[in-house]
């Protein structure tokens, strides 16, 4: 059993398999997920006519520097291992991002012509920095700068293929083993999906309003 605190950070773009990473993840016993937590500071910021956003920014904390507190603080749930799904567009230019480099980070990527299509799909006016690209590059090299060496680099379509040797390098570069649990979860939803408007809950603390755990 893992005995080692790790919080290990996903970024990725959208329109891409984050949240069967997050599954995958999520199914360990040893792991607390966040699904997207700059989410609802993003959404009070940009004011993006995102399905379920009024409901997410009056739920969820807004205020980024009381989300990067969380994230950079103890593990939940008396878990050893924290996965962190995040996506570069929520990071906005007025964000600071040196608690970045107190997480393990890792890149998850899919071929923009075909993210393209399926964001353009459901945002029809979705520009550049609706896609993270710039974001995520940018990321990977001040990550790169900081740690010395290359992050692990998920392709969408490798994982697809091989779940079990990709997860199993990741595992690897993570510093934990790989678990069967991560190839298999049940179907259905999780109490981290939001029911009223099915849209990742973006919080690691619970509803403002409701008081439930996300």
């Not at 906005?92 to 799909?121: A, G, Q, Y």
């Not at 992050?151 to 994982?159: A, I």
Request: hydrophobic share 35%; aromatic share 6%.
């Amino acid at each position: 059993m893992n005995t080692r605190s790790l919080r290990l950070a996903m970024w990725s773009g959208p329109r891409n398999i984050s949240t069967a990473m997050m599954r995958s993840w999520g199914n360990r016993a040893d792991t607390f997920v966040s699904d997207e937590p700059l989410y609802a500071h993003y959404l009070a910021h940009t004011r993006k006519p995102h399905p379920g956003a009024d409901e997410i920014i009056a739920c969820y904390e807004t205020d980024w520097r009381q989300v990067v507190a969380q994230l950079t603080g103890p593990i939940p749930g008396g878990k050893t291992i924290w996965f962190q799904k995040h996506m570069t567009h929520h990071l906005l230019p007025h964000l600071e991002l040196d608690w970045i480099d107190r997480l393990t980070n890792c890149f998850l990527i899919r071929d923009p012509r075909e993210m393209l299509v399926s964001l353009l799909r459901v945002f029809p006016e979705a520009n550049l920095a609706d896609t993270g690209l710039r974001q995520q590059v940018s990321l990977f090299e001040r990550v790169r700068a900081a740690a010395g060496k290359t992050p692990p680099v998920l392709d969408s379509r490798d994982v697809l293929r091989n779940p079990r040797g990709e997860l199993s390098k990741l595992c690897a570069a993570a510093g934990v083993e790989l678990t069967e649990a991560m190839l298999h979860w049940p179907a259905g939803r999780r109490e981290n999906k939001r029911p009223a408007s099915n849209r990742p809950c973006p919080g690691t603390t619970p509803c403002r309003k409701t008081g439930r755990n996300c």
